[in-house]
């Protein structure tokens, strides 16, 4: 081939998506193009290779794929593969040389690529799909918007909330409480990416700080253009530093061809024949037994699960009495009216769209509006996630806990029940019931991977509404086995078996299985499905899902009651409480249609600043001068009196009594400043180091308090994203202390604290605070490249003279020179006072106690 006929052509497999680059021999770009491929990844890169076909013809081309979802293609379709990194260095070398890092976020993979003096390294995530294109999906659809939506909205946000960006479950679990209370769409969606951003950091850079011209690249930061931003805002990065190549959302198809392999020719029609005719790939994913042999199998499973029917009435034409029933669930919100009899005469089934309340309103408009004259609704009761909210909003008559509200409604069905399996939006509960109460529950604690969101979120990633994805289960040949695990990891056996040619059918069984599999196995903890009980009642939204139901009867091989009503029992169970605690002579507090039709609310935020938390408050007030405030952690956000019997702070005199030290001003400290930070084992033993340093002539620095804002400050160089929060925070009190310019850091490792009591059975540190100081040494860039000089032996709190003799050993020699007797007269003066801290404190404490046990 002579060279000016030499085109190139990278192709680049996502876990989302498809992206092509088609080059010519000057490196010029002929045709690119980005498309979801929804599982279909074949069809997909046809439809991509037929459309640059459209437009330059039938090419000779050197092809070259990369991408995570690339290599068993590559094999099937005889072109040469390419690691992604090697693709991404080379288009970066190519259009931006002068890049240090390159931050690259995908559909379910993020990477941080370092580019030093000729070496490459990678940061990729391996675990956890936190922090990426699908990640940012899921949350955009909590709030009822798309990924673009999101990046629109966060263009007016006021204020950010912390948001766990680690797992899209508990991101969930932070935002969906701030959408029942209220929170804007402006302010979650700039948390959202503000999320993304510190996952990204903290979770890959791991103790590698992310520093000179950063490059940014991929689909979600090529489109959104906030998401980036929020990069930019945490890195400080300035315009010179901050590198946007024009087609960053191609880059690796980009880097692929440019690594092309000229003895590697075919042409586009070549590779388009060969892609429509399908390449059949081999099962590596392990395949389950179909839930039902045939149409006859599913008929009578539909039989028997035929008669759990409610009892229903006509509303409008019902006299008497009613009862409302409102369960404000995490993503829906369910509304029940039953009569005097307990026959349903109204039911309500909604996704919240961000707003509870507005949701519970237009039900309740809708129930009066085809209410008779003479019916009338005595007594309310609310439950769920948004009970308090709606129970203060509408001035309901009661509220009541889920599980006592789901057993109401199980009991009605089947007064037997002994055991309530639950599995709605993002909640899983198990409520073993016991002599006719609640006996025992069990729920998911950190996972959502076995629910309701966890399917319609695979259904939309396959371009399927729930329901016809559920359809597709019932009669799949090869349900694929996904076993009990999290959804990041099924994401990657999907993706495998997909690779292999599974139907959407097989994914959709396989999925229903698992959801069952970790209810059992994960969250309930079963060893023996024999446990559950005789009695089963299931309930919640997934169960409506016919292939879930089969799955748990398979699995745990029990008969289970789903009643009819199975999406709203806890909104039915709520309604049957309503109708039980009525008594004659008692008058609804519940607002009337018309007071609900003139309510009108506001929401707004505020920082609480009764304490140094400094809780942020959602404030929701109605136009009837009544308010609802939440996100508050004591009384004083409610504007009512803290501490009303006046008694003694302990933790204000503690805190005051540790901290509140005098430091030399830096003129008259003859050996200059050291910095201490207010952090882990160096807290509690602050009083002795105030001492000794200022007994020796240093002027001491101390960290602030810690904030979010000082955890922030030190992400970049927290090597594992497993260590626990205080550790994390040491590297914000760390980074503090740097910018304060302070001659040394202080930070000894220390194993042993002293013994507190004689009998104490040890007095070691835990290893995380033994060796602290030496990861700081080794992950903080400015301490390891020597700019900050920071001291930390390791040394023994056990004794006054095992503390001097290291202490002796540290500042008598090299730049400090001190004699020996002043070393050991500042540590005499150090132990002295902290151990009349501790006397002092131990003392308040029991003035404490007794001044309780006093005024009770």
Partial sequence: MENNSLHKLGIDIGSTTVKIALLDADDNILFSDYERHFANIQETLESLIRKAYDKTGDLSVCPMITGSGGLTLAKHLEVPFVQEVIAVSTALTHYAPQTDVAIELGGEDAKIIYFEGGNVEQRMNGI????????????????????????????????????????????????????????????????IFQAVVNQTISGLACGKPIKGHVAFLGGPLHFLSELKSAFIRTLNLDDEHTIVPENSHLFAAIGSALNYKDNSVTTLSSLIDRLSNGIKMEFEVARMEP?????????????????????????????????????????????????????????????????????????????????????????????????????????????????????????????????????????????????????????????????????????????????????????????IDLGTRCTVFMNSKVKQAQKEGASVADISAGLAYSVIKNALFKVIKLSDASDLGENIVVQGGTFYNDAVLRSFEKIAGVHATRPDIAGIMGAFGAALIARERHTADYKTTMLTIDQINELTYTTKLARCQGCTNHCLLTINKFSDNRQYITGNRCEKGLGKEKNKDNIPNLFEYKNKRIFDYEPLDPKDA???????????????????????????????????????????????SIPSESECYPAKLTHGHISWLIKQNVDFIFYPAVPYERKEFPDANNHYNCPIVTSYS???????????????????????????????????ATFSKGDFNLPESQIRDAVAAGWKELAMTRLEIQRKGEEVLDYMEDTR
Wanted: charged share 20%.
């Fill in 128 to 191: 956890c799909a936190g922090g990426t294109g699908s990640f940012i999906d899921q949350m955009a659809s909590l709030i009822q918007t798309d990924a673009t939506g999101l990046n629109e909205y966060a263009k007016s946000y006021k204020a950010i909330y912390p948001i766990a960006a680690r797992c899209g479950v508990f991101a969930k679990t932070d935002i969906q409480p701030l959408i029942n209370e209220g929170a804007t769409r402006e302010d979650l969606s700039a948390s």
């Fill in 291 to 479: 839930l039902f042999k045939d149409q006859a199998d599913y008929d009578e499973f539909t039989t028997r699960h035929g008669n759990n029917h409610v009892k229903t009435g006509d509303l409008s034409t019902y006299n008497g009495n009613c009862y409302l029933g409102i369960d404000a669930g995490s993503t829906t919100t369910k509304i029940a009216l039953v009569s005097e009899d307990g026959d349903l005469l109204y039911s309500f089934y909604s996704n919240n769209n961000g707003s509870p309340l507005a949701t519970a309103i237009r039900s309740i408009q809708e129930i009066y509006s085809k209410l008779p004259e003479d019916a009338h609704i005595v007594h309310s009761c609310s439950t769920g996630y948004g009970e308090a909210l709606l129970k203060a909003a509408l001035k309901l008559d009661d509220g009541e806990v889920e599980t006592v509200a789901h057993y109401y409604a199980a009991a009605f069905f089947d007064p037997k029940v002994d055991c309530i399996l639950d599995i709605g939006g993002q909640d899983m509960k198990c409520i073993k019931i016991k002599n006719q109460t609640v006996d025992s529950v069990q729920l998911n604690e950190a996972c959502s991977s076995g629910c309701g969101s966890f399917i319609e979120t695979f259904a939309k990633s396959l371009n399927y509404s729930v329901q016809d994805f559920a359809k597709e289960a019932l009669f799949a040949k090869n349900p």
């Fill in 670 to 716: 003859p050996h200059g400043t050291v910095g201490i930070p207010r952090a882990l084992n160096m807290y509690e033993n602050y009083p002795f180091w105030a001492t000794f340093f200022k007994r020796l002539g240093f002027s001491v620095v101390l960290s602030p308090q810690s904030t979010r804002k000082i955890y922030e400050m030190g992400i970049d």
């Fill in 774 to 808: 030496e990861n700081i040494k080794n992950n903080v860039d400015e301490i390891t490249s020597g700019e900050v000089k920071f001291i930390n032996p390791f040394m023994s709190f056990e004794s006054e003279e095992t503390i001097s003799q290291q202490l002796v």
